[in-house]
């Protein structure tokens, strides 16, 4: 154990000092702001069509006053989370990656094979730095989030609110230790760094951007912008009796869709932060009740993820130059 | 009775099909600086590659310091301290920080004062505290060895260790490694292809040639059946032909 903590140790020394892992800090936190702009300014145009509506219906006279559009301040991080997503898993990748690919290049892996206990070690206490740091990333996505709801969109922001994003940010730095180990699971197990850096895009390409896309291509709802049942005025439960026809269509849909951790990561966070609809303004019991799979299914994941890294860790001498 | 510090028996490995080392036999006494000398690609590296547990022997078996290299790699690991040829370190980490960190991993808890002590042993003091990617070639030798010695090993494995060094480091570095044997009695392995190093540092030498062992013996045996200046010369290029020890 303590060999694992002297290699983390290092390793943290080592990012703390790398110029990249501070441009991804950095990037991280711009794009959670900036996406926060963007839902406020949205947010604020939808309340001057509002207002300007609602003086037109006043002004005609009439008494029927057209309901608000509501906000859940939350709601504003839908975009922050998306980028978390989706930037989030590149950036653990390329962290990854080079924990372990600096050993090859730089030729220090045979003063580091001669001196450490079990090529496993090395792996684990590398994977340990990176999830300490990655804690420290979501902790900074976290505050930084938060202080962005409350000064740009003008939100007040209470307890309830800062303990679901901390459950968003805990599920965050799952998601990124899943490709934190990954990464250096492939690199490890790669002759060529070339070759591990397009394993690993590939793998990003596919489990964070295609496999959803086809998930949300196959659902009928997305047929038409704004949705199809909205789009022909169908309620929830006439739609629930149509989609009750397609049962078998909609579990390979949803199963294909799952297989994919960014998917299982986006339908937790939008749960806890309410921004999924039907989850607005929902207790957490709710939100667990409707979750709990998904977050059971992102721990094996992850839990696998780990494992195959810390067996990886038995081919450490991969990385040999010669 | 001296033991022995390293031992070789039948030890072959191949590259896939290319063999590199053909049934190497051994034995190397305690106290001794032994010299293996070869041409490139003679099978010194993979030698010591298979020495350190860096490498795994395709056939045969190797002790070192008591412990079998594929039965018990980790004690043979905390026996041993290694330089590799062109040794290179965490460049943004400082002297200091580099040695604290393979002084940990080599099991040393509180290594501070054991770095003091053996950077002033290697002549490498003042500069704990700057960054080894500013060093030069000499510099980092000096650190590499410094690391090397951190854990009193029993037995020191160089590779090739005057390589790209100017003639001043080269003769401080001989200097140090006479005395690290002289002080600590440590055993040490060093490959190199440059015979005026071997005649002024190692004990016992042994030539590689193609993958197999061509002669083994003391450096005054050697240099005695070839009694001339460049003795150990003559001996090199006659184990060219000769047939194997």
Same mark, same amino acid.
């Given at each position: 154990m303590s060999e694992t903590v002297t290699l983390a140790r290092k390793e943290l020394l080592d990012l703390r000092r790398d110029r990249v892992v501070w441009i991804v800090v950095g990037t991280l936190g711009l794009a959670v702001v900036l996406s926060v702009v963007v839902a406020s300014l949205d947010f604020r145009a939808q309340l001057a069509d509002y207002e300007a509506y609602a003086a037109q219906v006043k002004a005609s006279g009439s008494g029927v006053t057209p309901a608000a559009p509501q906000l859940f301040p939350l709601q504003l991080l839908r975009g922050g989370m998306e980028y978390v997503e989706v930037l989030g898993a590149l950036f653990a990748l390329m962290i990854g990656y080079g924990a372990i690919a600096k050993e090859r290049s730089r030729g220090t892996v045979d003063l580091l094979l001669t001196r450490a206990r079990s090529g496993t070690s090395i792996v684990m206490g590398k994977l340990l730095g990176l999830a300490i740091l990655w804690a420290v990333i979501m902790a900074a996505v976290v505050v930084t989030a938060l202080a962005s709801v409350a000064l740009i969109g003008g939100s007040t922001i209470g307890w309830h609110e800062v303990g679901r994003m901390a459950l968003a940010g805990a599920a965050g730095w799952v998601y990124a230790v899943f490709w934190s180990a990954i990464a250096v699971a492939v690199t490890t197990l790669t002759r060529n760094s070339t070759a591990a850096l397009l394993t690993l895009l590939v793998l990003w390409l596919v489990i964070v951007l295609v496999i959803p896309q086809i998930g949300d291509t196959m659902d009928p709802d997305n047929q038409v912008p704004g949705g199809l049942f909205k789009a022909l005025a169908i309620a929830k439960p006439d739609e629930h009796a149509v989609l009750h026809h397609f049962a078998t269509y909609e579990s390979l849909r949803n199963g294909l869709e799952v297989s994919s951790l960014s998917k299982l990561y986006e339908r937790f966070t939008f749960a806890t932060l309410g921004i999924k609809d039907i989850y607005n303004g929902q207790s957490?019991?709710?939100?667990?009740?409707?979750?709990?799979?998904?977050?059971?299914? $992102? @721990? %094996?994941?992850?839990? =696998? $993820? @780990? %494992?195959?890294?810390? =067996?990886s860790g038995r081919r450490i001498h991969t990385l040999r130059r010669s | 009775m001296t033991s022995t510090a390293i031992a070789l028996d039948r030890v072959t490995h191949r590259y896939g099909t290319r063999p590199a080392l053909v049934d190497l036999t051994l034995d190397i006494p305690e106290g001794e600086i032994f010299g293996l000398l070869g041409h490139n690609g003679a099978g010194k590296t993979t030698t010591v590659g298979i020495l350190t547990t860096l490498l795994q022997a395709s056939a045969g078996d190797a002790v070192v310091a008591g412990h079998d290299v594929r039965?018990?790699?980790?004690?043979?690991?905390?026996?041993?301290?290694?330089?590799?040829?062109?040794?290179?370190?965490?460049?943004?980490?400082?002297?200091?920080?580099?040695?604290?960190?393979?002084?940990?991993?080599?099991?040393?808890?509180?290594?501070?004062?054991?770095?003091?002590?053996?950077?002033?042993?290697?002549?490498?003091?003042?500069?704990?505290?700057?960054?080894v990617g500013t060093f030069s070639k000499g510099m980092r030798q000096r650190v590499g060895l410094a690391q090397a010695l951190l854990h009193r090993p029993a037995v020191l494995f160089l590779d090739e260790p005057t390589s790209g060094l100017d003639p001043e480091g080269v003769r401080a570095l001989r200097e140090l490694i006479l005395r690290v044997n002289a002080e600590h009695g440590t055993t040490i392995f060093m490959n190199t292809h440059l015979l005026s190093e071997v005649t002024k540092t190692c004990t016992s030498i042994g030539i590689l040639r193609s993958g197999r062992l061509v002669h083994h013996g003391t450096l005054a045996d050697t240099v005695g059946a070839f009694p001339t200046e460049d003795a150990l010369e003559r001996a090199y290029f006659a184990s060219a032909t000769d047939a194997p020890a």
């Amino acid at each position: 154990m303590s060999e694992t903590v002297t290699l983390a140790r290092k390793e943290l020394l080592d990012l703390r000092r790398d110029r990249v892992v501070w441009i991804v800090v950095g990037t991280l936190g711009l794009a959670v702001v900036l996406s926060v702009v963007v839902a406020s300014l949205d947010f604020r145009a939808q309340l001057a069509d509002y207002e300007a509506y609602a003086a037109q219906v006043k002004a005609s006279g009439s008494g029927v006053t057209p309901a608000a559009p509501q906000l859940f301040p939350l709601q504003l991080l839908r975009g922050g989370m998306e980028y978390v997503e989706v930037l989030g898993a590149l950036f653990a990748l390329m962290i990854g990656y080079g924990a372990i690919a600096k050993e090859r290049s730089r030729g220090t892996v045979d003063l580091l094979l001669t001196r450490a206990r079990s090529g496993t070690s090395i792996v684990m206490g590398k994977l340990l730095g990176l999830a300490i740091l990655w804690a420290v990333i979501m902790a900074a996505v976290v505050v930084t989030a938060l202080a962005s709801v409350a000064l740009i969109g003008g939100s007040t922001i209470g307890w309830h609110e800062v303990g679901r994003m901390a459950l968003a940010g805990a599920a965050g730095w799952v998601y990124a230790v899943f490709w934190s180990a990954i990464a250096v699971a492939v690199t490890t197990l790669t002759r060529n760094s070339t070759a591990a850096l397009l394993t690993l895009l590939v793998l990003w390409l596919v489990i964070v951007l295609v496999i959803p896309q086809i998930g949300d291509t196959m659902d009928p709802d997305n047929q038409v912008p704004g949705g199809l049942f909205k789009a022909l005025a169908i309620a929830k439960p006439d739609e629930h009796a149509v989609l009750h026809h397609f049962a078998t269509y909609e579990s390979l849909r949803n199963g294909l869709e799952v297989s994919s951790l960014s998917k299982l990561y986006e339908r937790f966070t939008f749960a806890t932060l309410g921004i999924k609809d039907i989850y607005n303004g929902q207790s957490l019991a709710v939100v667990w009740d409707g979750t709990f799979r998904y977050v059971i299914g $992102a @721990l %094996t994941l992850t839990g =696998a $993820a @780990l %494992t195959f890294a810390a =067996a990886s860790g038995r081919r450490i001498h991969t990385l040999r130059r010669s | 009775m001296t033991s022995t510090a390293i031992a070789l028996d039948r030890v072959t490995h191949r590259y896939g099909t290319r063999p590199a080392l053909v049934d190497l036999t051994l034995d190397i006494p305690e106290g001794e600086i032994f010299g293996l000398l070869g041409h490139n690609g003679a099978g010194k590296t993979t030698t010591v590659g298979i020495l350190t547990t860096l490498l795994q022997a395709s056939a045969g078996d190797a002790v070192v310091a008591g412990h079998d290299v594929r039965t018990a790699a980790r004690d043979v690991r905390a026996s041993l301290g290694y330089l590799p040829e062109n040794v290179t370190f965490y460049n943004d980490l400082t002297t200091m920080e580099n040695l604290v960190f393979f002084a940990r991993l080599s099991g040393l808890r509180r290594p501070e004062a054991r770095i003091g002590e053996v950077l002033e042993f290697v002549g490498f003091t003042g500069h704990d505290h700057e960054r080894v990617g500013t060093f030069s070639k000499g510099m980092r030798q000096r650190v590499g060895l410094a690391q090397a010695l951190l854990h009193r090993p029993a037995v020191l494995f160089l590779d090739e260790p005057t390589s790209g060094l100017d003639p001043e480091g080269v003769r401080a570095l001989r200097e140090l490694i006479l005395r690290v044997n002289a002080e600590h009695g440590t055993t040490i392995f060093m490959n190199t292809h440059l015979l005026s190093e071997v005649t002024k540092t190692c004990t016992s030498i042994g030539i590689l040639r193609s993958g197999r062992l061509v002669h083994h013996g003391t450096l005054a045996d050697t240099v005695g059946a070839f009694p001339t200046e460049d003795a150990l010369e003559r001996a090199y290029f006659a184990s060219a032909t000769d047939a194997p020890a």
